[in-house]
């Protein structure tokens, strides 16, 4: 390793002392004739000493989702391209969905005719309940009837019916008597003809109540006869008879009441799969993320799980860095890593060392994991990595600020306008194109980092700054 620095420090250093050679006499005379030369300037800082590998990988999505239908069918959109990038939810292709809404509409009107059937087998339920109540009620009725006409009349109602003859006795008597008298006084000429005749009707009438009356009575006390007795008895299996139908109608209707349950159950069922078979006709992006590979076109006929779209996501990127075996002691999980894309500097952070050495490079493989939130590094890109093995801090600068003509490297400081030359002693670290300056230079200081190989020591120079120190 020390080796490849020393080569590298001398190539830089040679490459350097051929474009400045000179005479001191052209020194002298080129000082104090010149105009001020225009060269770059920066402050000398102290910055952090990093071993530079010259690493190198290709950026890749941190995860890669590929992406298919989960039902076959017809692409009716898949236009996004190759290299766009999508949002998390976002519906990135779909298929034709008529079908799909065709059974969810089936699957609907299921729901509604199970729902018809619930309803008329309760209406029969309830009304199988009412004739049961009025089965109840016949029975309790030809029951009572039956009792009834087995006892006979009681003994209140015999004197009831005795003593319903009894007046209406006395009320015949009275009648026969006012129409005998009335008879006697129409024919003496002392009653109209009109008083007659409604003594003889009230006579009459009162007859006939005297003799309803005696039938009852002789009804009573006779008894019901052999037909009432059967007629009793038939009314009472008539309204057992209404009860057991009532009954078994009742049990139909909750056994319709619980099939229709089942079917609307079975049409709940049926409707969540067309729904979620509808919903599997869109494609969702699972990830904030940017589209890998396409696969398929509006149009195409896929099948349940043929890919259509790979996306990666790439809030956070990943590289597998090639690391040399003999270096590989030098990474540990968890360890910071500098990394560079087209002069943009990253921290990135080691996830995994892997296990085992390639046979073919005799490299092992190193995962770094770099935050991308803007996601404006994207996968495919090409990085260069470095990783950071000291927390010690030194001064740095540009290797072409550095001037060697073979006996000792001196830079130009800029000191009020004029470039004055001084010495410096480098150590062997050489990092990123940079020299470690070990003497000769103060954090603080003014150099000149651009243009120093066309500069004499007393120089007037006009500086612009910018670089990096």
Known sequence: MNKQRALVILALSLSIAIAGCSTGKEDAALSSAAQPTFVRTTIVKSSPLHTAYNLSGTLQA???NTLAFQNGGTVASAYLAVGTAVQKGTVI?????????LQVAQATASILEAQAGI???????QAASSAIQSADAGITGASANVNKVNKGARTQEKQQAQATVDKAQSAYNKAKTDSERTQKLFEAGAATASDNEN????????????EQAKESLSLLLEGATAEDHQSAQASFQDALAGKSKALAASEQAAASKKQAHANYEKALVAKGQAELALSRTRLISPVNGVILSKSVNTGDLVASGQAVYRIGSIDRLKVLLPVPDSEIKDWKKGQQVKVVLYEETRQGTVSNVY???STDTG?????????NPQRDWLPGQVIKAAQQVTDKNGILVPAEAVI???TEPFIFKDIKGKAVKTPVKLSDQVIENQLQIVSGLREGERIVIKGAENLFDGNAIKAEEGGRP
Request: glycine share 2%.
């Open 199 to 210: 003594a003889r009707l009230n006579a009459t009438a009162t007859l006939k109540d005297l």
């Open 355 to 357: 296990p085992s050495t």
């Open 363 to 371: 490299r092992v493989n190193v995962e770094i994991v770099i935050n």
């Open 93 to 101: 292709a779909s298929l034709d969905d008529a079908d799909y809404k």
């Open 62 to 64: 941190y995860e890669e």
């Open 119 to 125: 309803d008329n087998a309760q209406a029969n339920l």
């Open 404 to 406: 060697n003509t073979g």
